[in-house]
């Protein structure tokens, strides 16, 4: 099985095939098993580590030793980071990523009572960090936090594991980075990249959105409205004016909208501009109908 980063053991840091010498001198451990492993730096694959053992029972213990190492190294990567790309929000009606400027980032830290692998603070909200894989999924309390300010977002491990081994380091978002090196791929995807981020808590998905329709009385709608009166020029001798009743206005009052985006429904009146775009997605295609009929 290759890894993408092993524990170098002269200093224990995380570190890349391009970044240490070939083969069995390259000082370096699985940090899933602990077992030595090889630096292949070969011309056809990406540089990569493997198990310096035939042992296939080592392989079968490190059925995720690729993702630990991924995990690993990302803490090294995102303790140096100074903004990252988020997708749209559920209520947020864009559909680029947005670049968000990280104050401060703690690594390995404890929210919600469990362990997180990074808090990120944005414009002194915190921003939550989890990575998953298989066996180590997001905990209960994490998808609910009870502090309602902080935006909890998953990095999806397999994702990003996929994307190291398909992706060509010339081509991420148009630039170029040095040949070999999977710490500076994996410094884009955690970064740039919004492949493998998912919004597990948003902190604006529990708030109501605004309509921005005017809410009036059904009974005032209701009225029927009354046509000015047009006044008859006096004539000599006076005579008793005339007037005209009221006429009744059969058009409709009221009217029944229906977003063609989501299934939102609202009342309002039949030619109130204000209702014409959905009050949740803001979706501009919506039909009416009058109501009641």
Not at 24 to 44: D, K, M, W, Y
Not at 269 to 290: E, L, M, Q
Request: hydrophobic share 35%; aromatic share 4%; glycine share 4%.
């Amino acid at each position: 099985m290759s890894i993408p980063f092993a524990k170098r053991l002269s200093d224990g840091l995380m570190v890349d095939a391009s970044s240490v010498p070939r083969g069995r001198h390259c000082g370096c451990v699985c940090p899933s098993c602990v077992t030595p492993l090889i630096a292949r730096q070969g011309e056809v694959r990406e540089w990569h580590f493997a198990h310096a053992t035939n042992d296939s029972g080592a392989e079968e213990v490190c059925d995720y030793s690729a993702l630990v190492s991924i995990r690993l190294m990302s803490h090294q990567v995102l303790a140096d980071i100074e903004a990252i790309n988020l997708p749209p929000g559920p209520s947020e009606s864009r559909t680029a990523s947005r670049e968000a400027l990280i104050q401060s980032v703690q690594v390995d830290a404890r929210f919600e009572d469990s362990t997180v692998d990074a808090i990120a603070k944005v414009k002194g909200v915190p921003l939550v960090l989890f990575m998953t894989y298989k066996s180590r999924p997001i905990p209960t309390a994490v998808h609910r936090p009870t502090q309602k300010d902080a935006g909890v977002l998953e990095i999806d491990l397999n994702v990003i594991w996929q994307l190291l081994q398909t992706s060509n380091l010339d081509h991420v978002e148009g630039k170029t980075v040095e040949k070999h090196s999977s710490r500076d791929m994996l410094m884009r995807l955690l970064v740039e990249d919004t492949s493998a981020k998912t919004w597990i808590y948003h902190p604006r998905q529990d708030r109501k959105p605004k309509t921005g329709v005017k809410l009036v009385s059904i009974d005032q709608l209701r009225q029927d409205p009354v046509r000015p009166i047009l006044q008859q020029e006096p004539v000599r001798p006076p005579v008793r004016q005339k007037r005209t009743r009221p006429r009744t206005d059969n058009s409709p009052l009221l009217a029944k909208y229906a977003c063609q985006n989501c299934p939102e429904t609202w009342i309002a009146g039949y030619d109130d501009d204000n209702a014409r775009s959905c009050p949740i997605c803001k979706h501009r295609t919506v039909s009416k109908h009058a109501w009641p009929g």
